[in-house]
């Protein structure tokens, strides 16, 4: 088969957590807080999939736990429409700063919670900020031994939050063959450095064409699907402001919020997303190494 007839289906991702779970407000809003305030996610993860269904996309939604217990609909209306329900723990804490035995427990709490209200299985995992990497050698395992079979969990930039920039660009295997799958969000490799081009900030951030170009450019000259991330929050332009933020917080925050819908709904519209499970089936079956497995035919897919 002509590869150049080939054009890559892109992972759409979305990590299903509320404005005021943003690791970044953490200093502002305590844990505790949580309940106090005006909850949003379930309205605006409503809009992601009406926008999903209206574009004829399929993506994987990466739940919280805290989430699913309290608004069950949200995890229910994600499987009826034909996505894939995966977890994103349950408390939305670093694992570098729980530990394993902690780990553990939130990870099964997520996944009995996501089971159940979902009614299948749930194999993904994405840590809360990014935050598995070398600080977490033990965390691979646990995933693992509770029933996980990847993880999209390690950003190969560098990043003040979080970010670990010598890891491979590609789904790969740290601790080799039967080990975890490890699938990153995409970045463009420049002037020797990874750059994000895998949603979040960057998307709002950037011109639109920025994130739209990178992206083809990963499926075209570098023949390979990218992983896209995004949040419902960043669908929501109208929701409370939390006070008393620093700058840096409040930019990255707050920064076209308004734009999101819009361009979401264009690079859906331009680019072609499937969910993760699907995008990559040969990697999870252990049947296509990266970046050797290039040789993709549609029918693979
Ligand atoms: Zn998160």
Redesign the pocket.
């Known amino acids: 088969m002509d590869q150049r007839h080939w054009t890559p289906c892109n992972a759409l991702t979305v990590?299903v957590?509320d404005y005021f779970?943003?690791?970044a407000m953490a200093p502002y809003v305590g844990r505790d807080e949580w309940d106090r305030w005006p909850c949003r996610v379930e309205a605006s993860t409503d809009r992601l999939l009406e926008i999903c269904a209206e574009q004829g996309v399929h993506g994987t939604f990466f739940t919280?736990g805290w989430v699913a217990e309290r608004y069950p609909r949200v995890v229910r209306r994600i499987v009826a429409a034909g996505h894939e329900i995966a977890s994103?723990g349950y408390g939305?804490e670093r694992v570098w700063e729980i530990g394993p035995r902690a780990f553990r427990e939130d990870l099964l709490r997520a996944k009995g919670l996501l089971e159940d209200l979902g009614g299948v299985p749930v194999t993904g995992y994405r840590a809360?900020?990014f935050s598995i990497g070398p600080r977490t050698p033990w965390a691979r395992e646990i995933l693992l031994e509770t029933g996980h079979t990847y993880s999209s969990s390690v950003y190969p930039i560098r990043h003040d939050h979080y970010g670990s920039p010598n890891a491979p660009r590609g789904p790969h295997r740290p601790d080799g063959a039967g080990g975890l799958l490890e699938i990153p969000p995409a970045t463009l490799r420049l002037f020797g450095r990874n750059l994000p081009a895998g949603g979040g900030g960057y998307f709002r951030l950037a011109p639109y064409r920025a994130s739209w170009a990178a992206l083809r450019w990963i499926n075209h000259a570098e023949d390979r699907p990218a992983v896209f991330y995004i949040?419902p929050w960043e669908l929501d332009p109208g929701q409370p402001r939390v006070p008393g933020i620093d700058y840096r917080t409040r930019f990255r925050h707050y920064i076209n919020l308004h734009r999101t819908e819009e361009r979401l709904r264009r690079l859906l519209r331009e680019l072609h997303w499937d969910r993760i499970d699907r995008v990559f089936a040969p990697e999870i079956a252990g049947a296509r190494d990266w970046p050797s497995g290039q040789v993709v035919s549609a029918q693979a897919l």
């Open positions: 990590d957590e779970q943003v690791l919280l994103h939305h809360p900020a949040h």
